[in-house]
């Protein structure tokens, strides 16, 4: 069964005209197979995963902003604006309590860690120099965000923490397999399979005016 399942899940993704035809009210007998119920369940898991399709997922730049101002606009933190390019994606902070300063955070994305479940994103700070803990909340909150958008289950309310977003020098590490608000997804299994051992994300990109996210099957 470990050899059949990710034939099937292949099969779930590829072949959706063999789906149609198990589909079919007139085939009872193909329909009751055992191996065929599973494939329409994988194709019916796989269908919920807007990041698997050709071109990923878009999420364009304003819908981002919105979302980045509703998780972080508090608290004396402020996020100004978002610009996307192929190169990269900017930040702009403003920040009231202490001294009142504008960061701007430079960012890329770097290969995604799939094995495990990380995802890195290179940075530069300018202004004020940004605090770690400020570069944790405001890219952290982005690339939760972005995986979430990417499996079909967009998150209302993000941690107002990030334990598990660290900073090491100018590279954010997070490690999606230790945020809470995205547990149930990553542990989401289908006929005692974990759907992410075998789907993950194959790349984070900024274009412009917007982050691309491509899922795709694992090796």
Partial sequence: MSRLFPLLLIGSLLLPAAARAAEAPASDELASDPVIQLYLKFKSSTARLPGLRADGVVLKQDWLLDKLKTELDRDGITVESLALTPEKGTIKVRTTQGVDAVHTIDFRFLPVDWPNRTVRI??????AAAGDGLIARTLGTLAVGVFGMAT???LDKLAARQPWASVNGNVLTVK???????KSTLDSSLMGYKLFDHIGIRQLSTEQGAIRIRLGLMK
């Fill in 176 to 182: 999606l397999d230790e945020v809470p608000s995205l």
């Fill in 152 to 154: 079909g289950d967009p």
């Fill in 122 to 127: 290179a940075f530069d700070r300018s202004s």
